[in-house]
């Protein structure tokens, strides 16, 4: 089994186990199996009679060599799904009122970064697809293709924080005109010649293709959904820990725990309950980044931020 694993390296492994305060008879939900760096690890701490339910929106981790491996363990169930449908997978496993600890790992695998064919790369060109989850949605080329260029900017402006979003928007619209968007070096190579400036270290199609990729797969509104069903499903002591890669997964997450603590005012709230709110979470201890050491062994860990709650009665 170690085989399988060899390749992988799951960000923050340590802290997000220490996070999830897991007892040996747990009942833990990994919402996001990539290639089962994080499951592997949970299931170790798991006695005979703890349990893992993981699940992912893309088929290819389902159906991964990792997977594979961990489903001989008969404490290990993997379904494919989002986060939006965290309720309906732990409910279908009969585990409504057993969920002691849920981790969700934002963002993509080093695998669906690497793989050309999935189009989330701007380095490597392959087809401009760059869904999560093949089997259904429009690709990013149909998308880029029919999009008014006004919802062109405002995607890129506000999924990538992109300033030239606009800029961007035209030259997209400009090529589409004469060429098909077929291809990720298409598309690279059309930002490249629309942005004026160059951030250091940073190449230019980075903010957008970051935003293309959550516009498509709807990843914050997903996370929203999935965030607003854990708490619903964790056990009083039961805890949340969330690994988030960009500034706008992990403001949501950090105001989702915020006003989940506070509990009150309602209307106020991103996610509005009927009154009164109780405080369904509490913090514990500071948001945590990545040792130097763990972002020299693995650089594609420098942005992340891990996040931890724990619910309450």
Not at 242 to 269: C, Q, T, Y
């Amino acid at each position: 089994m170690n085989g399988a694993f060899s390749t992988h390296r799951p960000v923050l492994l340590q802290e997000a186990l220490e996070g999830l305060a897991v007892a040996p008879e747990g009942y833990i939900v990994d919402c996001t199996f990539g290639r089962g760096g994080h499951a592997k690890a949970i299931l170790d701490q798991l006695s005979d009679r703890g349990r893992l339910l993981a699940f992912d929106k893309d088929l290819d981790a389902i159906t991964s060599q990792e997977a594979a491996a961990l489903l001989r363990d008969s404490r290990f169930a993997l379904r494919h799904g989002s986060f939006a449908q965290l309720k309906e997978i732990v409910e279908a496993q009969g585990w409504a009122d057993r969920v002691s600890g849920v981790l969700m790992d934002l963002g993509v695998s080093s695998p669906q970064l690497d793989e050309a064919e999935r189009g989330f790369s701007f380095i490597r060109s392959g087809p401009l697809d760059m869904r999560l989850d093949t089997s259904r949605g429009p690709t990013a080329a149909e998308w880029l293709t029919t999009a008014p260029e006004s919802e062109l900017a405002q995607v890129l402006r506000m999924f990538g924080e992109e300033r030239f979003a606009r800029r961007i928007a035209r030259a997209i619209v400009v090529e589409r005109s004469r060429r098909p968007l077929l291809t990720t070096g298409d598309l690279a190579r059309i930002i490249e010649e629309a942005v004026p400036t160059r951030e250091k270290g940073k190449h230019p199609a980075t903010r957008s293709f970051l935003a293309i990729r959550i516009f498509i797969n709807r990843e914050l509104d997903e996370l929203e959904q999935g965030l607003r069903q854990s708490v619903d499903l964790l056990r009083p002591g039961g805890r949340l820990v969330v690994i988030s890669f960009h500034s706008l997964e992990d403001r949501i997450v950090k105001r989702f725990m915020r006003n989940e603590e506070r509990g009150s005012e309602p209307a106020a709230a991103r996610w509005p309950r009927p009154s009164p709110c109780p405080a369904r979470l509490r913090r514990i201890g500071r948001a945590i980044m990545p040792s130097p050491q763990e972002i020299a062994a693995n650089p594609r860990a420098r942005s992340a931020v891990l996040r931890v709650a724990e619910r309450i009665a």
